[in-house]
């Protein structure tokens, strides 16, 4: 396995999550990460990406101010901190590592994929 994500579960509106994701050190260390989501009957969708060494992040409009993504090269592990959560952020949230050194906001770019946490948020 080469990309491990962790930290889903079942909130209420308002509360706080923190996903991990642990890379394999070869796929990790010169790599953007991103995350990703998909809710059901929806297209995977862009979340968050952090540069390889955590200089340069992005996020899609509808997180900012609300998610963190960040990485400690010395784990081989990104996290995305995600607060003041909403129902639509309900989905399965999936890490993954880009081919390049910055992570983007095209799946495409990226080479790796991790399984997926389900994050679930009740109204």
């Known amino acids: 396995v080469q990309l491990q994500a962790s930290g889903g579960g079942l909130v209420q509106t308002g509360d706080s999550l923190r996903l991990s994701c642990v890379a394999s050190?070869?796929?990790?260390?010169?790599?953007?990460m991103g995350w990703f989501r998909q809710a059901p009957g929806m297209e995977r969708e862009f979340v968050s990406a952090?540069?390889?060494?955590?200089?340069?992040?992005v996020y899609t409009d509808s997180v900012k101010g609300r998610f963190t993504i960040s990485r400690d090269n010395a784990k081989n592990t990104v996290y995305l901190q995600m607060s003041s959560l909403k129902p639509e952020d309900s989905a399965i949230y999936y890490c993954?590592?880009?081919?390049?050194?910055?992570?983007?906001?095209?799946?495409?770019?990226?080479?790796?994929w991790g399984q997926g946490t389900q994050v679930t948020v009740s109204s």
């Open positions: 952090i540069s390889w060494n955590g200089a340069s992040t």
């Open positions: 993954a590592a880009a081919r390049g050194s910055y992570g983007s906001r095209d799946a495409a770019t990226y080479r790796y």
């Open positions: 050190r070869r796929i990790f260390s010169n790599n953007g």
